[in-house]
């Protein structure tokens, strides 16, 4: 095999891993987006993520630098979070005044009601796994 052929080819391999890593990523954040929801299901998105590093023949070196990147990744999104929640809390806040200013009060209190009702739900369901 030439040269300019061997290079064409590790051009295109070069190419699929930084598009599987890419998709990884992707992945990454959609799911710290649903932990972050309260419906992450950790367990089976690792194994996930483990069967398509092996698919990949990662050698170790690489493994460790993948997750690696995934951890500093997943750290900077708990970051972000913890920066962002005090702006939700507003927003939360701004649009309760904004209802109790159009509903009555007795739409009010079924509002706050089953608003209470779905997060309890959520906290009994818990993290899937």
């Known amino acids: 095999m030439d040269n300019s052929t061997k ?3 590790q051009v295109r391999l070069i190419t699929v891993l930084i598009f599987l890593l890419g998709f990884a990523g992707g992945s ?14 950790p367990r ?8 398509m590093l092996d698919r990949l023949e990662l050698t170790p070196a690489q493994r460790e630098q993948v997750h690696q990147i995934f ?6 999104f708990q970051n972000l979070r913890k920066e962002s929640e005090p702006r ?8 309760d005044e904004r209802l109790q200013k159009v509903l009555t ?3 009010w209190q079924k509002f706050q009601q089953h608003r209470e009702e779905t997060r ?4 009994e369901r818990g993290p899937r796994d």
């Open 71 to 76: 951890s500093e990744t997943r750290e900077q």
């Open 44 to 51: 089976d998105r690792r194994d996930r993520l483990e069967q």
């Open 7 to 9: 290079s064409k080819w």
């Open 88 to 95: 939700f809390e507003e927003i939360r806040r701004q649009t």
């Open 28 to 41: 990454l954040a959609f799911n710290v987006y649903h932990r972050w929801r309260g419906d992450w299901v």
């Open 105 to 107: 009060p007795e739409q």
């Open 120 to 123: 309890r739900r959520r906290r």
